[in-house]
């Protein structure tokens, strides 16, 4: 058992090798540079805009385009490069090999994980010159457990669907949604909104069982950090604790779809 245990350790190590190999053989790396240099020459040019404050609007504004631009790289990658093994036939020649599938899933999961500090820590690297190092950092690891929820999520996606664009489209939907429930909350709680009435209740409650079943990614990589110095160590606790139960979840998913297929 210790035998085997080390002979899929060594293969899902492999598997994770490859996927950065991949990365870098699809210019990944060079997107990050282009789209860093891009990004703070947009925030150079809005700072020069701004007549107050010029140093939290260029913090803010690069800190919001880092972090979409993060997960959208990070999804697009994935996503074309698992159907593309689905396409030509690649990954039926890895599950024939005397290896169980879960080997196979955990080599993808952990080479996009590396790839994802790699790209969490690059979008950092700008705002050090708008922000304290110590909050560019509190932001940078809230990015990754943020790019790591994505993983898995684009992951479950490809295993379910199989199709790049349905598994994107999946993926920004479920992003987008997690990202401003907070807000919708807010307005559905608003003293504005007739309440008392009976579809209120039903959006409201709907609305909360929604919440409940989505991470919060309102709490996770705030610009407010960087733009007032507020983020603190034990922001990023809860934060770790919700990215392992939805990564977990997603990952068992993922796997039960990945056991049922047909290669």
Not at 4 to 22: D, G
Request: with cysteine; aromatic share 12%; net charge neutral.
């Amino acid at each position: 058992m210790p035998l085997l245990n080390t002979i899929h350790s060594s293969a899902i190590s492999i598997i994770a090798r490859y996927v950065v190999i991949e990365a870098m053989k699809n210019r990944l790396f060079i997107l990050l540079i282009i789209g860093l240099t891009g990004i703070f020459g947009l925030g150079e040019f809005i700072g020069g805009l701004a007549l107050t404050e010029t140093a939290q609007v260029q913090g803010s504004l690069s800190a919001f385009i880092l972090r979409l631009a993060a997960v959208f790289i990070i999804s697009l990658f994935i996503i074309t490069g698992v159907v593309r093994e689905f396409n030509e036939k690649s990954i039926e020649m890895v599950l024939a090999l005397p290896l169980p599938r879960y080997v196979y899933y955990f080599g993808k999961l952990y080479g996009y994980l590396l790839l994802a500090v790699v790209i969490a820590g690059s979008a950092g690297l700008p705002l050090l010159l708008y922000a304290a190092a110590g909050q560019v950092l509190l932001w940078s690891i809230s990015l990754f457990f943020e790019l790591a929820i994505i993983i898995a999520l684009c992951l479950f996606f490809l295993f379910t669907l199989g199709q790049v664009t349905a598994a994107l489209s999946a993926v920004a939907a479920f992003y987008l949604l997690a990202r401003s429930m907070g807000s919708m909350r807010l307005v559905s709680d608003s003293p504005i909104m007739d309440s008392g009435t009976w579809s209120q209740e039903v959006i409201r409650s709907l609305l909360d069982l929604i919440a409940a079943l989505l991470p919060d990614l309102d709490t996770y990589t705030q610009t407010a950090w960087l733009v007032y110095g507020s983020g603190t160590v034990q922001d990023l606790a809860p934060i770790a604790v919700q990215t392992m139960i939805y990564v977990g979840l997603l990952s068992a998913a993922a796997l039960f779809d990945l056991y049922r297929r047909n290669f």
